[in-house]
């Protein structure tokens, strides 16, 4: 939980706290938490988008009371009063997943359950939630949430489609399309995360090498001048 605990850096203005958790602190591609359920529900779109909207409603939700509460938590009890927190919403969103969508419920097996032992979660809490007001947390939270989400979504597609020839259980491949069945399992769910960390890291790597010149760029003119 060290990573996500870290106190994020930046602007807290409501479009920097909104934006910051869908890529340059995005849980899963930057700070590489909640990988566990990242690598283990993905090989459907379904369950990912079901993870997804499941993890963002259990962040908003408790980011709201945790934040409203922020002044009243004794700080030596304020994990384990998180973690309740946390596990209630978890309970009403497991509970709405088994009603609506049993079969993906059913898939998704105890890993929904495991949301409250997610860093994402618990790391929010402690990082952010616990210290700014309600607008902020719920913000942080959602932002959060949706890179989650899309990370999942990342993985998901490409393995469905490539794995099971479909998307969202509709047959999408030509009917000669071989469907390659390690990207079902998980060795295929390695191998997406190793991808996606890749082009992430790419990207990063770019940005600071353009920041660099740009630095270099401009001391070179405030020299020659």
Not at 44 to 59: D, H, Q, R
Not at 109 to 115: K, R
Request: net charge positive.
């Amino acid at each position: 939980m060290s990573m996500a605990a870290k106190a994020s850096t930046g602007p807290n203005t409501p479009q920097a706290v909104l934006t910051r958790g869908l890529w340059h602190e995005n849980p899963v591609l930057v700070q590489t938490l909640g990988l566990c359920s990242a690598l283990a529900v993905t090989n459907a779109v379904a369950n990912s988008i079901a993870m997804g909207v499941a993890t963002t409603f259990v962040l908003v939700g408790s980011a709201i009371i945790v934040s409203l509460l922020r002044k009243i938590i004794p700080h030596q009890i304020r994990i384990t009063t998180y973690i309740l927190i946390i596990a209630t919403f978890l309970a009403i969103a497991d509970m709405s997943l088994e009603a609506m969508v049993p079969d993906v419920h059913k898939a998704m097996g105890p890993y929904i359950a495991l949301i409250i032992t997610n860093c994402i979660v618990l790391g929010r809490q402690e990082a952010f939630a616990s210290r700014q007001p309600v607008p902020l947390a719920v913000l942080d939270a959602l932002g959060n949430g949706l890179g989650f989400t899309i990370a999942l979504l990342l993985m998901g597609i490409p393995r469905e489609v490539l794995g099971n020839g479909t998307f969202l259980g509709v047959h999408v491949m030509p009917h000669s399309f071989e469907p390659w069945v390690v990207m079902m399992l998980p060795p295929g769910g390695f191998f997406m995360i190793g991808v996606l960390l890749l082009a992430a890291n790419w990207r990063d790597l770019r940005r600071r090498t353009r920041e660099r010149i740009a630095r270099a760029l401009e001391a070179d003119v405030k020299t020659t001048a």
